[in-house]
Nanobody
Framework: QVQLVESGGGLVQPGGSLRLSCAAS????????MRWYRQAPGKERELVAAITSPSGRTNYADSVKGRFTISRDNAKNTVYLQMNSLKPEDTAVYYCNANYGFRNYWGQGTQVTVSS
């Protein structure tokens, strides 16, 4: 059974940091491209960051470049999103995504709220 379980969300003040984790199971994690998306209320889901397999090449949305870092640990079947210098506009539900060809899996999401 395929599972992607996100954790690490919460309430943080502007300028603060959070690290999201996504633990994967039920598929060969190391073969999959991994992505983080987010969806704010009333807005479409948007791609935040991606990391490829096997090269580990990363790319980011312009809005988070220089503040967010995506990484993966294939030994732990986990992908991370380190989020620094958080802004109120980063408030959203963050989703983990795994993709390999036509196979596409989603986590249930974790809420991130940036507010003073």
């Amino acid at each position: 059974q395929v599972q992607l379980v996100e954790s690490g969300g919460g309430l943080v003040q502007p300028g603060g940091s959070l690290r999201l984790s996504c633990a994967a199971s039920g598929f060969t994690f190391s073969m999959y491209h991994m992505r983080w998306y987010r969806q704010a209320p009333g807005k479409e889901r948007e791609l935040v960051a991606a990391i490829t397999s096997p090269s580990g090449r990363t790319n980011y949305a312009d809005s988070v470049k220089g503040r967010f870092t995506i990484s993966r640990d294939n030994a732990k079947n986990t992908v991370y999103l380190q989020m620094n210098s958080l802004k109120p506009e980063d408030t959203a539900v963050y989703y983990c995504n795994a993709n390999y060809g036509f196979r596409n899996y989603w986590g249930q999401g974790t809420q991130v709220t940036v507010s003073s």
